[in-house]
């Protein structure tokens, strides 16, 4: 009776994996909240998240609710009903159908428990419905083959599905002077929605659009690693990159120096992505690199983010601190900015005065006050922060310390009742003290208002195609590991490749993370001017682990290999 009640605020598939015990309840919940947020099914996002085999899935799901279990790999897809369900409603409730036979229509589901989308399918086709449970990752590749790919759902989008924020009409106007082609040109319009589409739904980070002399290329960063998708014709490539930057609010009459705008794709009216956009002069043209800034990954909660439990425990006592420095460190590309964000979301209640200063403010979450630092304009990191001072705030995140007087603020922030986070570039957690050091802030104030230090790294995650790995003992340790970690209880994997993962043998990125409290111990070498050895010494007696004895962990774990772990904390 208790374990009803505890999960009354679950339902369907979610409650039925609670209650058999395939996952605890706030998993459930989390992953329910993860998958709305991001617009994908729970099967879906239990998949990617969970590690389950969609096959587990299926069948647990037809055996749970009585309804038959269908391998789609024995239908042929010319015997499909195809013009029974739009398209639309095939991608967005992910629901195919599969025969029809007289009143009744069978249609294939991972998610049986998805009424809104079996309701919708008898209102469109007036139909009694069937459900027939089939693989989640089989399903969705079969709808996308039913819609012939992006290009087809491209051409049926209309305002409501899809809609590019332009800039003002003023901006137009200009471009229909200072254009020698006609940018609205429906062709290119498409093609460019599908570029950012197929962005979108692979999961890549950045897309660049990169001219040469003899052909023009665009390549997408998925997972840290950049791979070719497209060679269009060179002849476009003024065509494209005036499109995007009219609708990211750039001078396109502006060829000769770097500009950098924002522009934004709302895909449904839950859920619309932002694209930082960076153009380039080159020899043959603009470069124009744009970052995909994804709101829902700040809503991924922390246990997403591949902190290990010690350290996740160490990271929300500290930011739950009434006042302090919690400064997060790294290379570009690193996820210091969503690592920074998921604070921000936990800490983010009714009772509590939140400003950012960024360049530019990057994910937008509503209920945080956020500014874009703009130099020109004289808005600067100080600038932005004193300001903060005088709006009576309670947590303070400057993006980014680059200067003394930015750091000297933000320690007085710190030590005046403020909770302050921020990020700075550098290897490791030791070098950060260093480097405050350096730009000229005193050994006090760095003892007196630093709290906590953690620095990471992001490592490409094992597909589930991964198989084990041969690897002697020596080169284990050689790699780090000790002798008493080579029990034979644990096994290393290697990637392989499959089409889920196109491939390359990884899907997806953890992090990697070295978490360094800031002790008493830790303070006293700070004062006496010790440097990052020192206190890299003193962290490792209190138990820190270093950023490659966190990849090893992720090692032991099965999540990554070792090759990976090696090449992102190479020392």
């Given at each position: 009776m208790a374990a009803t009640i505890a999960n009354a605020g679950l339902t369907g598939l979610a409650r039925a994996l609670v209650h058999e015990k395939w996952l605890s309840e706030p998993e459930a919940e989390a992953l329910a909240?993860?998958?709305?947020?991001?617009?994908?099914?729970?099967?879906?996002?239990?998949?990617?998240?969970?590690?389950?085999?969609?096959?587990?899935?299926?069948?647990?799901?037809?055996?749970?609710?009585?309804?038959?279990?269908?391998?789609?790999?024995?239908?042929?897809?010319?015997?499909?009903?195809?013009?029974?369900?739009?398209p639309k409603l095939v991608q967005k409730r992910r629901v195919l159908a599969l025969y029809q036979r007289g009143n009744r229509l069978s249609v294939a589901v991972s998610d049986p428990t998805n009424l809104l989308a079996i309701d919708e399918v008898k209102f469109q086709t007036n139909l009694g419905v069937d459900i027939v449970v089939v693989e989640d990752d089989k399903l969705g590749k079969l709808i996308e083959q039913f819609s012939e790919g992006s290009a087809s759902v491209l051409d049926s989008l209309d305002s409501e599905d899809i809609d590019?924020?332009?800039?003002?009409?003023?901006?137009?106007?200009?471009?229909?002077e200072a254009a020698s082609t006609d940018i609205d040109d429906a062709p290119i319009v498409r093609y460019l929605q599908k570029i950012l589409l197929d962005a979108i739904n692979t999961g890549v980070s950045d897309i660049h659009f990169e001219p040469f002399e003899k052909f023009y290329r665009i390549r997408y960063?998925?997972?840290?690693?950049?791979?070719?998708?497209?060679?269009?014709?060179?002849?476009?490539?003024?065509?494209?990159?005036?499109?995007?930057?009219?609708?990211?609010?750039?001078?396109?009459?502006e060829k000769r120096v770097p500009q950098d705008g924002r522009m934004k794709l709302v895909l449904s009216k839950n859920r619309a992505i932002d694209f930082r956009v960076s153009s380039?002069?080159?020899?043959?043209?603009?470069?124009?690199?744009?970052?995909?800034?994804?709101?829902?990954?700040?809503?991924?909660?922390?246990?997403?983010?591949?902190?290990?439990?010690?350290?996740?425990?160490l990271l929300l006592n500290a930011v739950q601190r009434p006042y302090g420095m919690v400064l997060v460190t790294g290379p570009t590309g690193s996820g210091k900015t969503v690592s920074l964000y998921t604070c921000l979301n936990i800490l983010n209640k009714p009772g509590?005065?939140?400003?950012?200063?960024?360049?530019?403010?990057?994910?937008?979450?509503?209920?945080?006050?956020?500014?874009?630092?703009?130099?020109k304009a004289g808005l600067t990191f100080a600038a932005a922060l004193r300001?903060?001072?005088?709006?009576?705030?309670?947590?303070?995140?400057?993006?980014?310390?680059?200067?003394?007087?930015?750091?000297d603020i933000s320690i007085k922030a710190a030590q005046t009742g403020h909770m302050v986070l921020s990020t700075l570039?550098?290897?490791?957690?030791?070098?950060?003290l260093t480097r405050l050091m350096n730009m000229g802030v005193a050994p006090f104030n760095i003892a007196s208002s630093v709290i906590m230090i953690t620095a990471q790294r992001l490592a490409r995650r094992l597909c589930s195609c991964k198989q084990p790995a041969i690897i002697p003992r020596e080169a284990l340790l050689r790699a780090g590991f000790r002798e008493e970690d080579l029990d034979g209880s644990w096994q290393p994997y290697r990637a392989v490749g499959c089409e889920l993962c196109k491939n390359t043998g990884y899907k997806g990125r953890v992090g990697i993370y070295q978490v360094m409290p800031i002790t008493e111990e830790m303070t006293?070498?700070?004062?006496?001017?010790?440097?990052?050895?020192?206190?890299?010494?003193?962290?490792?007696?209190?138990?820190?682990?270093?950023?490659r004895q966190a990849g090893l962990l992720k090692v032991k774990a099965g999540m990554t290999s070792l090759e990976e772990v090696e090449a992102v904390t190479n020392e």
């Amino acid at each position: 009776m208790a374990a009803t009640i505890a999960n009354a605020g679950l339902t369907g598939l979610a409650r039925a994996l609670v209650h058999e015990k395939w996952l605890s309840e706030p998993e459930a919940e989390a992953l329910a909240k993860q998958a709305a947020s991001m617009g994908e099914g729970f099967v879906t996002q239990l998949i990617n998240v969970k590690k389950i085999k969609p096959v587990q899935i299926a069948e647990f799901a037809a055996a749970q609710f009585g309804f038959p279990y269908f391998d789609l790999m024995a239908l042929d897809l010319e015997v499909l009903p195809k013009s029974l369900l739009d398209p639309k409603l095939v991608q967005k409730r992910r629901v195919l159908a599969l025969y029809q036979r007289g009143n009744r229509l069978s249609v294939a589901v991972s998610d049986p428990t998805n009424l809104l989308a079996i309701d919708e399918v008898k209102f469109q086709t007036n139909l009694g419905v069937d459900i027939v449970v089939v693989e989640d990752d089989k399903l969705g590749k079969l709808i996308e083959q039913f819609s012939e790919g992006s290009a087809s759902v491209l051409d049926s989008l209309d305002s409501e599905d899809i809609d590019l924020e332009f800039a003002d009409d003023d901006a137009l106007a200009k471009v229909d002077e200072a254009a020698s082609t006609d940018i609205d040109d429906a062709p290119i319009v498409r093609y460019l929605q599908k570029i950012l589409l197929d962005a979108i739904n692979t999961g890549v980070s950045d897309i660049h659009f990169e001219p040469f002399e003899k052909f023009y290329r665009i390549r997408y960063r998925l997972d840290g690693q950049l791979y070719e998708v497209a060679q269009p014709p060179i002849a476009i490539k003024e065509k494209i990159s005036s499109r995007i930057k009219v609708i990211s609010k750039l001078d396109i009459a502006e060829k000769r120096v770097p500009q950098d705008g924002r522009m934004k794709l709302v895909l449904s009216k839950n859920r619309a992505i932002d694209f930082r956009v960076s153009s380039l002069p080159t020899l043959y043209g603009e470069k124009i690199v744009m970052r995909i800034l994804d709101p829902a990954s700040a809503q991924l909660g922390i246990d997403a983010l591949g902190y290990d439990p010690d350290q996740r425990e160490l990271l929300l006592n500290a930011v739950q601190r009434p006042y302090g420095m919690v400064l997060v460190t790294g290379p570009t590309g690193s996820g210091k900015t969503v690592s920074l964000y998921t604070c921000l979301n936990i800490l983010n209640k009714p009772g509590v005065n939140i400003s950012t200063a960024e360049d530019p403010a990057e994910i937008n979450l509503p209920g945080i006050n956020q500014v874009n630092v703009n130099d020109k304009a004289g808005l600067t990191f100080a600038a932005a922060l004193r300001a903060f001072l005088r709006q009576d705030p309670d947590i303070i995140m400057v993006g980014e310390i680059r200067d003394l007087e930015t750091a000297d603020i933000s320690i007085k922030a710190a030590q005046t009742g403020h909770m302050v986070l921020s990020t700075l570039h550098t290897n490791d957690a030791p070098s950060t003290l260093t480097r405050l050091m350096n730009m000229g802030v005193a050994p006090f104030n760095i003892a007196s208002s630093v709290i906590m230090i953690t620095a990471q790294r992001l490592a490409r995650r094992l597909c589930s195609c991964k198989q084990p790995a041969i690897i002697p003992r020596e080169a284990l340790l050689r790699a780090g590991f000790r002798e008493e970690d080579l029990d034979g209880s644990w096994q290393p994997y290697r990637a392989v490749g499959c089409e889920l993962c196109k491939n390359t043998g990884y899907k997806g990125r953890v992090g990697i993370y070295q978490v360094m409290p800031i002790t008493e111990e830790m303070t006293r070498i700070i004062m006496k001017n010790g440097n990052a050895i020192d206190i890299a010494d003193q962290a490792r007696r209190e138990g820190v682990r270093d950023l490659r004895q966190a990849g090893l962990l992720k090692v032991k774990a099965g999540m990554t290999s070792l090759e990976e772990v090696e090449a992102v904390t190479n020392e």
